[in-house]
Structure formats: C-alpha cells, structure tokens
C-alpha cells in the first residue's frame, strides 16, 4: 500500500521523470506553433503552468511507483515509460533534422523541407507503414519450424520487412515525385528562382530519403516491441540476444544515475533495457537504410530522364541484381572452371563479374548473417562493420547523384 512515507521517497524519482520527458516535448511543441511557444517562454503565467504540470506529473508518477514495488513490474513501467519516451524522442528528431538542413543549405534546404513534407503527406507513405506494421505484428505469431530459432527467424523478417517498405517508399516517391514534377513543368517554377538543379535534384533526394529515415525509425519502435513481446510465445525458447545486453551494460550505469532511489534503479534497468534493445536494434536499422539511400538515389538519378513506370522496374532489376549477383558470379566461374563446359559459359560468366562490378553490392546490407549464427557478434564489431557498408552506400549514392547531375544537366525543361 501507499502511504505518505513511501511517497515522499518516490517523489524525486517522479519529478525527475516528469522532467524528462517535459524536456523531450519541448521541441515538437515549438513545431505546433511557434510564436505562441515564444510568447509562452516569456509568460510567468506559462512557466508556472509548466512547473504546477511536472509536479502534479511527478507525484502521479512516484504514486504509481508507491502502488507496485515488485521490482520485475516497475522494470515493465521503466520500459513503458522509455517506450513514450522513444517517440517524443523521435518526434523531435524529425522535427529537427530538416530544419537543419534548411539553416545549413538554405536554398537546397528549402526544397529538401518540401520534399520531405510531401512525401509524410502521401498516401503511399501511410499504406506502406501500416502494412508492414501488419506484417511485423503478425510475424510475432506465425510458425516458423525452426527447430528453436523462432525468434532469430522472426527479428530477420522484422528487419527485412523495414528495409523493403521504406526502399518501397522511397522508390515511388522518387521516381513519380521527380518526373512528375519535371514533366509536369513545376520544376521550371522552382528553376526560375534562384534554385540551381543541383539543389533541386539533391534536395528532392534528400527530402524523399528522410521520409524514408521516418518510416525507418516509426516501423523500428514496433519492431522493439514485436521482439520485447515474442518469446512470450514460444515459452520453451531461450532467448539471449547479447548485442542489447552489451549495450544495457553500457549506459545501465549512467541511467540509473538519472533516477534516484532503490525503486528508481528498478524502473531504470527497465529504461536501459529499452535504450540498449533500441541502440544495437537502430544499429542493424542503419544497415538497412544504406540500402534504401542507394536505390533512393538511383530511382534519383533515373527520374530526370526516365517515365517512372521504367524507373520502378529498373530499380527492381537492380535490386535483385545487387543481391543475386555473388552467387552468379560463383556458380559461373566454376561452371566456367570446368575443362568440359561449355564455351560460351565463358562469356556468361564475365557477364556475371561485369553486373557484379557495376551494380552495388547488396549483399553486404543484409542482416541474416549478423542475426542467425553460432556464434554471437560483439556490438563493437558490429558497430564497425555497418559504419564501413553504411560509408559505403554513401560512395554509391553520390556516384548515383552525380550521373543523376549529369543526366539533369542536359535535360530540356521548356
């Protein structure tokens, strides 16, 4: 039971709670109405207002902690409340993240800010999440037959099924919004102003890749609780993911310094359990997302010149080729190894090294190897290896753009 003893105790755990999630409100209220949260920055009435919020916020929060002292549920209120938590946090990045761009490279950034809005606005956007929302949920209860790798099964679909919704996304947006609007003569408008096409083309690449980046980050916040809620299923199932573990080892400390009190050290293991499921989750999410930022920046590149209905099939030619394209060049170089093959198994196989070369290699995006194995991958060594695939998509992407320049360039727009 709670008495006024114990709330007394919780109450600075509780403030201090409150406190922090009133702070990650902060910016997405800004982006509700500016100047009214202006105004409100000078108003004592407005700070006192916010001040009486925490408090009262802080005493619900140390009153619920009171009723619940088993260390295991406030752990589960910790996680709850790092889940909430997550979202303001991913609100206000996406809130933050073009508004940077747009003070950093104004006249680009203007385009990228339009782009993005335009591609959250879409139905396609909203279609695509829900469905592979859908998928991620129903991916939790399906069987699998793996004899005892149900969860490693489903964490790669999960993965998977991200990376392909947002390269969906991204791929259609790109590739209609693109040549629609420079068949469409919307893109003369935005030329005529002191907007250059090179801002124009990197812009809308931009814009439409953190729309991808959003649809990343919101399907990851499922993804944390699909995994959170699937050995729940398969009670015979041991599962030990070390990567998260390795993480919540890491920053445990430093959370439980934010949260005071022996109740508050139970609801921050419940906090860094997220955090570090979301750190080392994020980490394989950016793997992905090189992918997609690759085959953003081709359909890119394409849409100055080609009708989108091509586009699409080109880019999903590539992308089956990126990832088909080692296993062609091994089987064709052994068939071509053999002294009784036949002639012409030469020629396809240098083929085979010629699209190898060409096209990217997107076999080094994919998750399964770092999810089902032996053996499990240190974080740190995982960390390592998607930064280099992730520096990697990068070189691709601006090899794309600049032939997306090019082709641009020559473009005839009257």
Not at 131 to 141: F, K, R, Y
Not at 234 to 263: A, C, F, H, W, Y
């Amino acid at each position: 039971m709670l008495n006024l003893t114990n709330l007394g105790s919780l109450l600075p755990a509780g403030l201090l709670l409150a406190l922090y999630q009133f702070l990650a409100a902060l910016p997405w209220l800004w982006a509700l109405d500016p100047r009214a949260f202006k105004k409100s920055l000078k108003s004592p009435q407005a700070l006192g207002t916010a001040v009486g919020t925490i408090a009262i916020a802080g005493v619900i929060i140390a009153a619920i902690l009171g009723f619940k002292r088993d260390p295991d549920t406030l752990a589960f209120y910790g996680r709850f409340y790092a889940a909430i938590l997550h979202i303001q946090l991913l609100i206000d990045f996406l809130i933050i993240a073009p508004q940077l761009v747009l003070l950093v490279w104004p006249r680009g950034g203007a385009v990228t800010l339009a782009a993005y809005r335009e591609g959250m606005r879409q139905p396609t956007f909203w279609v695509v999440a829900l469905a592979a929302m859908i998928l991620i949920i129903v991916s939790m209860v399906i069987p699998y037959f793996t004899f005892g790798d149900e969860y490693k099964m489903m964490k790669q679909l999960g993965f998977d099924t991200i990376m392909l919704a947002s390269g969906l996304f991204g791929v259609l947006a790109a590739s209609i919004s693109i040549y629609e609007e420079i068949e469409g003569r919307t893109a003369i408008t935005l030329l005529s102003k002191p907007i250059s096409r090179r801002q124009f083309l990197i812009g809308k690449f931009l814009g439409i890749a953190m729309a991808a980046m959003a649809l990343t980050l919101v399907l990851g916040w499922i993804l944390n609780w699909a995994l959170y809620i699937k050995p729940s299923f398969d009670k015979l199932e041991e599962v030990r993911d070390t990567m998260p573990l390795e993480v919540q080892d890491v920053i445990g400390k430093t959370i439980t310094s934010l949260v005071p009190g022996n109740e508050g050290a139970s609801v921050a293991s419940g906090i860094a359990a997220w955090f570090g499921e979301t750190i080392a989750h994020h980490t394989g999410l950016l793997l992905g997302f090189g992918q997609v930022m690759v085959l953003i920046a081709i359909a890119s590149a394409l849409a100055t010149r080609l009708p989108y209905v091509v586009n699409i099939v080109l880019c999903l030619v590539i992308f089956l080729l990126g990832n088909l394209s080692p296993v062609l060049v091994q089987v064709t170089s052994q068939a071509a190894s053999d002294p009784n093959a036949a002639s012409g198994l030469s020629l396809v196989s240098f083929v085979a090294q010629l699209i190898d070369a060409l096209l990217p290699a997107l076999e080094f995006f994919n998750m399964g190897p770092a999810i089902i194995r032996d053996n499990p991958l240190q974080m740190g060594d995982f960390t390592i290896y998607v930064l280099t695939v992730f520096g990697y998509s990068i070189i691709y992407v601006s090899i794309a753009m600049l032939v997306g320049l090019i082709l641009f360039e020559d473009r005839d727009l009257a």
